[in-house]
C-alpha cells in the first residue's frame, strides 16, 4: 500500500490543516481534483479527518486518506526532523486520488 498509519504525523497535519492558509495546493492537484470531481472542501475534510500513512521515501511525502469520501491525499513539505512533526506549519497538496 503506501506506509503505516501515524498517529503523530496524523495528528501534526489535523493540526495544519484546521487553518486553510497552512495548506497549499499544487498546480497538479487542482488539475486532479477538477478530474475526479474533488473539491477544497473535500481535500480540506480528508486532512482533518483522515490518517496520515508514512512518511515515504526520503521523508517528505505522505498519503492522507479519509475512507468517508472515498480520497487520498499526497501531501509534501514535511520536512520533520524524525518522529516530532510539532514543528510542522504548513502542508503542499501534491495529488489527489479516488479511493476504492
Not at 35 to 40: L, Y
Amino acid at each position: 500500500m503506501f506506509g503505516q498509519v501515524n498517529p503523530k504525523l496524523t495528528k501534526a497535519i489535523r493540526r495544519i490543516a484546521r487553518d486553510d492558509s497552512n495548506v497549499v495546493f499544487r498546480d497538479h492537484a487542482e488539475d486532479r481534483m477538477e478530474e475526479r470531481g474533488f473539491d477544497h472542501t473535500d481535500v480540506s475534510t480528508c486532512l482533518r479527518r483522515g490518517a496520515a500513512h508514512g512518511p515515504e521515501g526520503d521523508g517528505d511525502r505522505c498519503h492522507v486518506v479519509y475512507l468517508g469520501l472515498h480520497v487520498r491525499v499526497v501531501v509534501s513539505g514535511l520536512h520533520a526532523g524524525g518522529d516530532d512533526w510539532s514543528a510542522l506549519e504548513k502542508v503542499f497538496v501534491e495529488t489527489v486520488i479516488r479511493g476504492d
